[in-house]
């Protein structure tokens, strides 16, 4: 069972940058696609990013088009969102997810972290 931790959120002004890290062990890291989905106060948990197993294939979620960006190192198992020109409505718990097969389905992915708090202010 390959498990997922998540690291790098914070509290940061709106226009500022993070980037989360998502390590994993347990498993084959390669072998697997990785998301990014994110959960805010009283709303159902949604799809930022996606990347496949080689990172030759990833999606975005209209919202953070432009500004995020997903990337993975196989070698050190981790998979990273850059989130740029961060804004209020980007404030959420945010998730990293694995899955075998490529997909933007938060129901598809059996493996979760435990999420990061990223605040931003106005």
């Known amino acids: 069972q390959v498990q997922l931790v998540e690291s790098g959120g914070g509290l940061v002004q709106a226009g500022g940058s993070l980037r989360l890290s998502c390590a994993a062990s347990?498993?084959?890291?390669?072998?697997?696609?990785m998301g990014w989905f994110r959960q805010a106060p009283g709303k159902e948990r949604e799809f930022v990013a996606a990347?496949?197993?080689?990172?030759?294939?990833?999606d975005y979620a209209d919202s953070v088009k432009g500004r995020f960006t997903i990337s993975r190192d196989n070698a050190k198992n981790t998979v990273y969102l850059q989130m740029n020109t961060l804004k209020p409505e980007d404030t959420a718990v945010y998730y990293c997810?694995?899955?075998?097969?490529?997909?933007?389905?938060?129901?598809?992915?059996?493996?979760w972290g435990q999420g990061t708090q990223v605040t931003v202010s106005s």
């Open positions: 997810a694995l899955n075998r097969l490529y997909t933007l389905r938060a129901t598809d992915y059996g493996s």
């Open positions: 347990g498993g084959s890291f390669s072998n697997y696609c």
């Open positions: 990347i496949s197993w080689g990172g030759g294939s990833t």
